[in-house]
């Protein structure tokens, strides 16, 4: 592959890795597989990969081999990452990347090896993460997101867990969905125009439930690339300004994910309801059906977009970091006594609505957004999630606000947003501290896990 001078192929990509069981553990690569691919014919030029010894073979733990099969006895007379740094410096560097879930994961794990080793890392020419394209254009038609459900949905076969077979299995997803979406794309300029639906009925388990749809307004391209060209893979916007579009998360998808629209600032509480003035009857959830991308849940109420604001909900559990991403960023939030009747009343129904839609495959777990612990059925509590910029990971989006009794909330209080304070921040969200919160409410569907989250978009904390 390093023979090839021309730069403008695609490299498909995969990493396989120790999969850490304890918070701040890192990662060590065990495997790298890659795929040489002619962007005109979609042919494979040349493929490359390797087994590579930890440095610690102790990080190989049985989680770490019930997920990819790789044992220490496997690697141990295979090179380490340093020896073939240049091999994959060569492979990578100057070309577009792809794969499924590399900005967040194997992006990450590469620059972290190289640095390991002081040496710098590849920089692509462009990058076309599948997760992410995808999760946007072919929507969740096929399931749930992940590499083997699209797989199976084309019968392509199972995924191995391993990296030469997993990019092939990648790049035969794409062409499949790209196959597709080209068909649907011509049927529709047939057709010459969008049907529209006033209604549809969804069938759940013998339950009929009617859901409102609108039409999607225009989908932005996918793909970053330095020079865009006409394609199968025409390139557009940037993927990582294109995550604060899509991918709740997906979270992605890939573990618990926080991705949100990005937002800078929330002065207008006026978008937000108190639950005294919530009609149990008025909420509803719409559906915006995407021929090329994944429908748009929304929670209603009376037309607008649920958005809620409490006033003097009790800290229970201070500030969670507990939960990390794949950069090794934590998820924060932080649970709060839901002590209003009409709050819980409101969620619930919300909860009610939403899982006949969402959970209507029966394959996932509706987790319900009140928690009502036995032996504490009468201390309901809520979690509420400081969502992350998708393009800096290193900053939450709350406007987090701090009062003690005598102040008055101005800019000149507005709390640091940068993840370098949390353990300063932390110490505002104590247990008994009362806060007023502006959040919203947005779905999410991770790994058979499905429920609301709320999503914290203004926090004022007032000191006891």
């Known amino acids: 592959m390093g023979s090839l001078v021309d730069r403008s192929e695609i490299v498909f990509f995969d990493l396989e890795t120790t999969i850490p069981t304890r918070t701040g553990q890192p990662y060590a690569i065990l495997e790298f597989g890659s795929i040489l691919i002619c962007p005109k014919k979609l042919t494979e030029l040349d493929s490359y990969d390797t087994l590579v010894r930890p440095l610690d073979l102790s990080l190989i733990t049985p989680s770490s081999v019930n997920a990819n099969g790789i044992t220490a006895n496997d690697v141990v007379s295979c090179p380490t990452f340093a020896e073939i740094a240049d091999k994959v410096y060569d492979v990578l560097h100057g070309r577009i990347w792809a794969g499924h879930n590399i900005l967040r994961f194997d992006c990450v794990r590469l620059k972290e090896a190289y640095e390991q080793i002081n040496r710098p890392p590849p920089v692509p020419k462009g990058t076309i993460d599948t997760l992410v394209l995808l999760t946007q254009r072919f929507g969740r038609r096929a399931g749930n997101m992940k590499m083997a459900t699209i797989a199976a949905h084309f019968g392509l076969g199972q995924q191995s867990h391993r990296s030469l077979d997993d990019v092939r299995l990648n790049f035969e997803v794409v062409k499949c969905c790209a196959t597709v979406l080209f068909l649907e794309s011509s049927q529709q300029n047939t057709e010459n125009n969008l049907p529209l639906f006033n209604a549809s009925t969804i069938n759940n388990n013998n339950r009929n439930l009617t859901i409102n749809h609108t039409l999607p307004p225009n989908l932005p391209n996918q793909v970053e690339s330095v020079n865009p060209r006409p394609g199968p893979f025409q390139t557009g916007p940037s993927a990582d300004q294109m995550e604060t579009e899509t991918l709740q998360s997906n979270e992605a998808m890939m573990q618990e994910s926080s991705t949100t629209t990005l937002s800078t600032a929330y002065s207008n509480n006026n978008e937000f309801i108190h639950p005294d003035s919530v009609s149990l009857a008025s909420i509803t959830v719409t559906v915006a059906p995407f ?153 999410y569907n991770y790994q058979q896990n499905v429920g609301i989250r709320l999503v914290a978009k203004k926090l004022i904390i007032h000191s006891c």
Request: negative net charge; aromatic residues 10%; hydrophobic residues 35%.
């Open 291 to 443: 021929i090329n991308g994944p429908n748009k849940i929304r929670i209603l109420h009376r037309d607008t977009p649920m958005q809620i604001h409490c006033v003097g909900l009790k800290i229970r559990f201070d500030l969670s970091t507990q939960f990390v991403d794949l950069a090794g960023n934590p998820h924060l939030s932080f649970v709060v006594d839901a002590s209003s009747s009409n709050l819980c009343h409101i969620l619930d129904a919300c909860d009610d609505i939403s899982k006949r839609f969402v959970d209507s495959d029966g394959n996932s777990q509706w987790r319900p957004v009140v928690t009502r612990n036995p032996g504490f059925v009468n201390s309901p509590t809520i979690r509420l999630h400081l969502p992350t910029m998708a393009e800096d990971n290193t900053r939450w989006i709350t406007e987090i606000y701090y009062m003690n009794s005598s102040s008055v909330p101005c800019s000149e209080q507005l709390v640091s947003n940068r993840y370098a304070d949390v353990v300063q921040v932390n110490s505002l969200f104590r247990p008994g501290y009362l806060v007023d919160a502006y959040f919203s409410l947005e779905l």
